[in-house]
């Protein structure tokens, strides 16, 4: 099984450019979510999901939209890219939503905003 | 606010020796505690997962503790091997459901011939 599969894995952009991740799963997972991660803090959420057709805003909502058309991708867009939004984006997938759920991450993907 | 707060920041230790990383977290209410593996250039994996009742679980290796009362954790790494270089990442989470993660910044740690 692939798992959660993250594209691109590296992207650089300009600011004001715009781009989408995207994330599929193969676990017929119901329950998706999108991190970033920066140096020195620990991973924070940017949006979820609960199900197909459904999202959430997460910690860090503002500057990111997300889509999930179908249950087994989840996108995650910048409309217009900030320096700010420089970033590791790890995409992560779960069967259940309570608070003992595992998550299974993608690999990641490495944006840069000049 | 919930914190999870992780020592070391780094650790360097030989092939073959034991080591064992501090997470203290204010989380409440507390739900479980997991410990991740992230190896450089990949994205979490877990290790173990332990909840309010349960003070030790081990992954081959691997041994977590949890003690609810102080709110302290620590991963115990035995025989450490090369493939152990990794940051290792405390994640805590409350009883408000699945986007309710506090993670830790992680411990990085080299094992060195």
């Known amino acids: 099984n692939a798992g959660v599969t993250q594209t691109p894995k590296f992207r650089v952009l300009k600011t004001g450019q715009s781009m989408t991740l995207l994330c599929a799963q193969d676990?017929?997972?119901?329950?998706m979510y999108w991190y970033r991660q920066d140096p020195g803090m620990g991973l924070r959420l940017i949006h979820y999901?609960?199900?197909?057709?459904?999202?959430a805003k997460g910690e860090v909502p503002d500057g990111y939209n997300v889509s999930r058309l179908k249950k087994q991708n989840f996108l995650l867009g910048l409309e217009s890219a900030a320096p700010s939004q420089t970033s590791v984006y790890f995409c992560?997938?779960?069967?259940?939503?309570?608070?003992?759920?595992?998550?299974?991450f993608g690999a990641g993907s490495r944006l840069t905003v000049l | 606010k919930n914190q999870v707060e992780q020592s070391p920041q780094s650790l360097i230790i030989l092939e073959g020796k034991n080591c064992t990383l501090q997470?203290?977290?204010?989380?409440?209410?507390?739900?479980?505690l997991r410990w991740y593996k992230q190896d450089t250039g990949r994205g979490p994996v877990s290790l173990t997962i332990?909840?309010?009742?349960?003070n030790t679980k081990s992954n081959g290796r691997y041994t977590a503790t949890l003690d609810a009362d102080t709110k302290q954790s620590s991963l115990h790494i035995t025989a450490s091997q090369l493939s152990d270089s990794a940051s290792y990442i405390c994640?805590?989470?409350?009883?408000?459901?699945?986007?309710?993660?506090?993670f830790g910044t992680g411990t990085q740690l080299k094992v060195e011939l």
């Open positions: 997470c203290n977290y204010t989380v409440s209410p507390f739900s479980n």
């Open positions: 999901s609960v199900g197909e057709g459904t999202t």
């Open positions: 992560a997938s779960s069967w259940d939503f309570s608070g003992a759920n595992v998550l299974t």
């Open positions: 332990m909840t309010f009742s349960e």
């Open positions: 676990m017929n997972h119901e329950y």
């Open positions: 994640v805590v989470s409350d009883t408000g459901g699945g986007n309710k993660l506090t």
